[in-house]
T-cell receptor
Framework: AQSVTQLDSQVPVFEEAPVELRCNYSSSVSVYLFWYVQYPNQGLQLLLKYLSGSTLVKGINGFEAEFNKSQTSFHLRKPSVHISDTAEYFCAVSGRFSGGYNKLIFGAGTRLAVHP | DTGVSQNPRHKITKRGQNVTFRCDPISEHNRLYWYRQTLGQGPEFLTYFQNEAQLEKSRLLSDRFSAERPKGSFSTLEIQRTEQGDSAMYLC?????????????FGPGTRLTVL
């Protein structure tokens, strides 16, 4: 079965420090990978996605992620975080399971807390 | 384009009552999805529509849950005889079938509390 594991439930970091949020997935088929951000009491907003091509993907708000097929990972990074980056971050995968790229399978989320 | 909208944003109900949520997708999107998110967890897929056809349902979607998308526009999710375990955030998303990698756009969600 397909699954997504976010290795850290919470990541505290000081403002302007770099951060990495880790994501590993399990799938026997080709996948698309996504990172979403969720601010309190809001829906999910897409940060970035990997479909094919370059394994380094750049997204909004200065975030980037690297797809590593051999390690089945898709870690999210930002070189310098701001207080406003405090939120819940979700890694998700879709693939040719259940008949097609028809649903997203999410990890449990990582809460990023940026401190001044 | 105002994005995906959901109503109501919050719903408090007593156990055993029926509730209905509405989702209005982005107008040109032909796929619509429902997810459920419980506290501290990521969203879990419930069901999706392509136009008006419901093409997949998760085993999470018990017989008390029913979703419709008449005319392939807005969708409703009804929960009959609510239970306390139904308390969650219900998220709706939409996408365009030929969009890049099935990118899904999410609404703000409906938070259900069953007392």
């Amino acid at each position: 079965a397909q699954s997504v594991t976010q290795l850290d439930s919470q990541v505290p970091v000081f403002e302007e420090a770099p951060v990495e949020l880790r994501c590993n997935y399990s799938s026997s088929v080709s996948v698309y990978l996504f990172w979403y951000v969720q601010y309190p009491n809001q829906g999910l907003q897409l940060l970035l996605k990997y479909l094919s091509g370059s394994t380094l993907v750049k997204g909004i708000n200065g975030f980037e992620a690297e797809f590593n097929k051999s390690q089945t990972s898709f870690h999210l990074r930002k070189p310098s975080v701001h207080i406003s980056d405090t939120a819940e971050y979700f890694c998700a995968v879709s693939g040719r399971f259940s008949g097609g790229y028809n649903k997203l399978i999410f990890g449990a989320g990582t809460r990023l807390a940026v401190h001044p | 384009d105002t994005g995906v909208s959901q109503n109501p944003r919050h719903k408090i109900t007593k156990r055993g009552q029926n509730v209905t949520f509405r989702c209005d997708p982005i107008s040109e999107h032909n796929r619509l999805y429902w997810y459920r998110q419980t506290l501290g967890q990521g969203p879990e897929f419930l069901t999706y529509f392509q136009n008006e056809a419901q093409l997949e349902k998760s085993r999470l979607l018990s017989d008390r849950f029913s979703a419709e998308r008449p005319k392939g526009s807005f969708s409703t999710l009804e929960i009959q005889r609510t239970e306390q375990g139904d308390s969650a955030m219900y998220l709706c998303a939409s996408s365009w079938i030929q969009g890049h990698g099935n990118e899904q756009f999410f609404g703000p969600g409906t938070r259900l509390t069953v007392l």
